[in-house]
């Protein structure tokens, strides 16, 4: 009977498992009538299936990869340039001929030398273009990886001659998976949502991505937004990787909504004047070849229009100003194995792998074709960028509020490869005084329109192209601007500079990417230690409190010893701290790159005493970050990441259900993000008043002012403005007498302003203000949105940073005249006390990218000194 029973357990537990849904087209190859070499790996030998027919995590692609690369060592080479947030691999290949391969070096220094006229030295009498495809910068945009796959079997495999001829012309350095974290976030709900077969449907589970969806990484950072700032672990390896090659095509494969068919250049306008004639051809040549595949094969596109290329930091943006040709594809993307497409029609999976492989290898075709012209033009820019630059120069000066703002901004822009140098003592250029340690940025440089493109905060549109965005606007149409329209990094660092004619002569050393010059300084015997105000003073401030340090901060500057600090400037006494306090203060030097000076007694002759109550203990507070709906993702990820990546200060993140309704007693700060509709998660909020009045913080970012304003009792009595109506007083009711009154007849009767396309502004701060400690007295902010706010009124709170005059407030960028005339007197930052706790609202968001690092400060102080209240 027993055996019996084993039988029957051993037969049930034998049968075959149902498997999980494949694409259709089984059988079906990418390209037909392909002979391939099968010593190299076929996908269904190493993965167990054909490409397009299932979906690949990260791990299956760099699988794949490791296979290709055993069978064929002498034609690709397999590296990593970093790993992901969460411990991911970021893989490259280096596939080309076996000559190239072993001569790989001197190709590389070839570009270099291309890429740098100065060196005096020559490329390869033949030297191969380099061809850059990376591919799922965004982790649910999914096909391009399968493609990447697709492509290097084919260069690797193809038994076509002219493969042959390319690999001779060409070397194709691939980035599979730009985002392995996103990717295989993406992957987890896919695959936990996939039944029998593929539902192409919408709404299905499979297809319906959770909050915050694949297309972030770790810390829920749009990758393709962060090559100006380079934030990320896995932007700042690729641009590290890319500055040891300088390729001269570079391809950044995307996916687009499912109804969308395929994206290829030539742009759509606007169009960044400093990209030269040469590129644009360039990118004219290659689409017109693209779309010649794409005939042959009947994939539909289109051209010229919706992407533009203004904005310099998306993954092809950025690489023009490295002199390569940058283009963008994009793919209607099926985000699963099937989608139903609003025509009824149904987008495979396997489509979307097959028309980015053609668009690859076209790439590669291309670039093989029109090698030395390509290589003529690569070397080209880099000569005439220095001869536009000539002796003109950037001045960053360090003697601001905030010298370790310009540190950082200098060492930024040695990651991104201009030329940056430290004077060696003072000087004078464009009629000013300069100090030594300020940083000089030389125009006449090899990458002299990269530094200008970073730098410069006067790049514009052209003013055909802004007039016929008026027209639009005039319609009622949206503006036809695919991203912000001002970056400017000095401007968003609140750093000073200026442009000279010449660069000064004075003695400069070149500046490094990792140089923090911290240190501690003053009498061996100190019994307390002083840190001027700025980001770098916030950062001691930040990792001395989790290092268990007591911290006081000056509300007003003070002079003790014979030296004089600034208001904001910390204080840390040598009683009451622990034993380790002078190794901890050389550890916060050296991370922070602040001076942390030493003084001898703690008699003030000028200013607040170091106990007084007008220096009060900074407190380490417990941070809850609302996450999850209805926040947006990378919004609640940037502030994640300010604080903890930055600032080295732990956050819980909460999703905001659970802060709707759980206890908040346990955290001194709450902040919500930039999203969507709170009042829907919190409802009446009471639980959260009643926090705020027993001693909590409530921070509000962008669009979660609309919640802290809301309802009767609202959190800041104030309201989102509308636009002004134009009505004409002499019109007759009924009466409509010209295009202007049709015109104004047919508005909404509550318009909201127009949308403000990221533009650079000024407020102007409360000087005795608490939140503006340690700050200057004007500050610059991205404005992005319609959101207007009218300012509080003085028994209601404080508008602690508001914007100046109209005719004073924009710094850079494209502003609605209509939206500058209204924002101008308006809040950016308004406080109100509410029992014994805080609540603040940013009108806008001053974490935006990661990359607004001059409202550091500003940010900071809302938590910290608002917890010291």
Aim: with cysteine.
């Amino acid at each position: 009977m027993l055996a019996r029973l084993f039988l029957i357990l051993a037969l049930v537990f034998a049968a075959p498992a149902v498997a999980l849904a494949q694409a259709p087209e089984r059988a079906l190859p990418l390209i037909p009538g392909q002979t391939y070499d099968t010593a190299i790996p076929a996908p269904e030998q190493v993965l167990g299936y054909a490409l397009g027919q299932r979906l690949s995590r990260s791990a299956d692609v760099l699988t794949y990869f490791e296979a290709l690369s055993a069978a064929a060592p002498d034609r690709m080479l397999l590296g990593r340039y970093g790993q992901t947030w969460e411990g991911r691999p970021l893989p490259y290949a280096v596939i080309s001929s076996a000559r190239n391969i072993a001569r790989l070096e001197q190709i590389r220094a070839g570009s270099l030398a291309l890429a740098d006229p100065r060196l005096g030295a020559a490329a390869l009498p033949d030297q191969p273009v380099i061809v850059w495809l990376a591919y799922s910068v965004h982790g649910n945009e999914i096909s391009p990886a399968e493609a990447a796959m697709a492509t290097a079997r084919h260069l690797l495999a193809s038994r076509d001659a002219e493969v042959a001829q390319w690999l001779d012309q060409a070397v194709v350095i691939i980035v599979p998976t730009q985002n392995p974290d996103g990717r295989d976030r993406f992957m987890q709900a896919y695959y936990a949502g996939l039944g029998l077969e593929p539902d192409p449907d919408a709404s299905s589970v499979e297809r319906d991505e959770p909050w915050p969806s694949g297309r972030f990484n770790h810390y829920l950072f749009d990758l393709n937004r962060d090559w100006l700032a380079l934030t990320q672990p896995e932007t700042r390896g690729h641009v590290g990787l890319m500055l040891q090659w300088r390729p001269q095509v570079v391809v950044d494969a995307h996916e687009m909504g499912t109804d969308d068919t395929f994206f290829f250049p030539p742009e759509a306008e606007p169009l960044n004047p400093l990209l030269p004639e040469a590129q644009l051809r360039a990118r004219h040549l290659f689409g017109r070849a693209t779309a010649q595949v794409f005939d042959r094969y009947g994939v539909e596109y289109f051209t010229r229009e919706v992407f533009d290329a203004f904005y310099p930091g998306y993954g092809d943006g950025f690489p023009s100003y490295l002199g390569a040709v940058g283009m963008t594809y994009e793919q209607g993307s099926a985000r699963g194995l099937a989608a139903r497409r609003s025509s009824g029609e149904i987008l495979t999976y396997w489509t979307t792998v097959r028309n980015h492989f053609l668009a690859s290898l076209s790439t590669i075709r291309t670039a093989a074709a029109n090698r030395a012209q390509l290589l003529s033009d690569f070397g080209g820019y880099h000569r005439q960028a220095m001869a536009e630059g000539g002796s003109a120069a950037w001045i960053l000066s360090r003697g601001s509020t905030d010298p370790g703002a310009a540190d950082a901004l200098a060492a930024l822009l040695t990651r991104q490869g201009v030329e940056v140098s430290r004077a060696a003592s003072t000087f004078t250029a464009c009629g000013r005084n300069y100090q030594a340690g300020d940083y000089i940025v030389r125009l006449g440089q090899p990458l002299g329109r990269m530094a200008r493109v970073l730098i410069d905060p006067s790049i514009t549109m052209r003013p055909e192209f802004i007039e016929l965005q008026e027209q639009r606007r005039a319609r009622g149409e949206y503006a036809e601007v695919y991203d912000v329209t001002a970056w400017s990094l000095p401007v968003m660092f609140n750093v000073d500079a200026a442009q000279c004619r010449n660069t000064p002569g004075v003695a400069a050393e070149p500046a490094t990417p990792d140089e923090r010059p911290g240190m501690v300084t003053g009498d061996p015997q100190s019994v307390a230690w002083i840190v001027p105000a700025g980001s770098q003073g916030m950062e001691v401030l930040t990792r001395g409190l989790r290092a268990g340090l007591r911290i006081r901060s000056a509300e007003a500057g003070f002079t003790v010893g014979g030296r004089s600090f600034p208001e904001g400037s910390l204080i840390i006494q040598r009683a009451g701290q622990p034993e380790t306090l002078e190794s901890v203060l050389r550890e916060l030097a050296a991370e922070s790159g602040a001076q942390i000076i030493g003084v001898a007694d703690t008699w003030v002759t000028e200013g607040p005493s170091f106990a007084s109550d007008r220096s009060p203990v900074i407190p380490p507070v417990r941070i809850a970050l609302a996450w999850d709906d209805p926040t947006d993702p990378s919004a609640a990820g940037a502030v994640r990441y300010v604080l903890e990546q930055r600032y080295g200060y732990p956050v819980s993140i909460v999703r905001t259900s659970q802060l709707a309704s759980g206890d908040l007693g346990r955290y001194q700060v709450v902040i919500l993000p930039d999203g969507g509709d709170y009042a829907e998660a919190f409802g009446e909020a009471e639980g959260l008043r009643r926090w705020v009045q027993q001693g909590g913080v409530l921070i509000g970012l962008g669009a979660a002012t609309d919640f802290l304003i809301a309802g009767d009792n609202a959190f800041l009595p104030t309201t989102r403005e509308t636009l002004p109506s134009a009505e004409d007083a002499d019109a007759a009711p009924g009466l409509i007498a010209d295009a202007d009154s049709y015109a104004g007849a047919i508005a909404p009767t509550e318009a909201q302003p127009d949308y403000v396309l990221g533009v650079l502004a000024e407020v102007e701060l409360e000087p005795d203000h608490w939140l503006s400690t340690g700050l200057p007295s004007r500050l610059n902010v991205l404005v992005n949105g319609s959101a207007i706010y009218s300012p509080l009124r003085r028994d209601e709170g404080v508008n602690v940073a508001r914007f100046p005059a109209a005719s004073d407030l924009l710094v850079a960028g494209h502003l609605w005249e209509e939206n500058r005339r209204q924002l101008a007197f308006k809040p950016y930052v308004m406080v109100r006390p509410m029992g014994q706790g805080q609540v603040i609202g940013f009108t806008q968001d001053p974490t935006f990218r990661g990359y607004l690092r001059g409202l550091d400060v500003l940010f900071l102080n809302a938590i910290f000194r608002g917890a010291a209240q």
